[in-house]
T-cell receptor
């Protein structure tokens, strides 16, 4: 059974370029989360979706960041234009949430290590 | 607002020694509590979770955690640490009304000496 799949695993780009990170959640899961991890800030929740609908994007740092989930099996996180301070590891996680429990285990992908020069 | 505090940034233990990692949470209702482990270069893996019922929960790799409501704590323990347990450990809290959101602590890095 495949876990959460992220691509690419590593991305090196130059400042000002557009970067697109991709995530395929576990089949059947209805919630998807994007996190960013840095030494300085730790693990930060950027945005999450329930049933493909963005629920909370308050963690998105600024307008340069955008995320979409066009269907239940795919999501993207885009940074345009990228800056050196965006360098981090970006994780995608998915979860199956069933009422009455509104929170459950999140399964993490291996992450994308982004370096912006 | 919910929050998690992991007071120990870094802990070093000898192989075979016992381990306790501390986690304190702040949450207005009954919390759902999680412990995750992250090995270098990898994503986070669930060790164990608490939703309700028995306050002592067992997880993978011989780990356990105890929920203490009176102390707002969910400490992780292992009776005998193995060198392969060296990793970073994250405590997280969520619950009803948070609409799937988990709040993670800043993590505790465990070093195991031989």
């Amino acid at each position: 059974d495949a876990g959460v799949i992220q691509s690419p695993r590593h991305e090196v780009t130059e400042m000002g370029q557009e970067v697109t990170l991709r995530c395929k959640p576990i089949s059947g899961h209805n919630s998807l989360f994007w996190y960013r991890q840095t030494m300085m800030r730790g693990l930060e929740l950027l945005i999450y979706f329930n049933n493909n609908v963005p629920i909370d994007d308050s963690g998105m740092p600024e307008d340069r960041f955008s995320a979409k989930m066009p269907n239940a099996s795919f999501s993207t996180l885009k940074i345009q234009p990228s800056e050196p301070r965006d360098s981090a590891v970006y994780f995608c996680a998915s979860s199956l949430v069933s009422l009455p429990r509104s929170t459950d285990t999140q399964y993490f992908g291996p992450g994308t290590r982004l370096t912006v020069l | 607002a919910q929050s998690v505090t992991q007071p120990d940034i870094h802990i070093t233990v000898s192989e075979g020694a016992s381990l306790e990692l501390r986690c304190n949470y702040s949450y207005g209702a009954t919390p759902y509590l999680f412990w995750y482990v992250q090995s270098p270069g990898q994503g986070l893996q669930l060790l164990l979770k608490y939703f309700s019922g028995d306050t002592l929960v067992q997880g993978i790799k011989g780990f356990e955690a105890e929920f203490k409501r009176s102390q707002s704590s969910f400490n992780l323990r292992k009776p005998s640490v193995h060198w392969s347990d060296a990793a970073e450990y994250f405590c997280a809290v969520g619950g009803a009304g948070t609409a799937s959101k988990l709040t993670f602590g800043t993590g505790t890095r465990l070093q195991v000496t031989l």
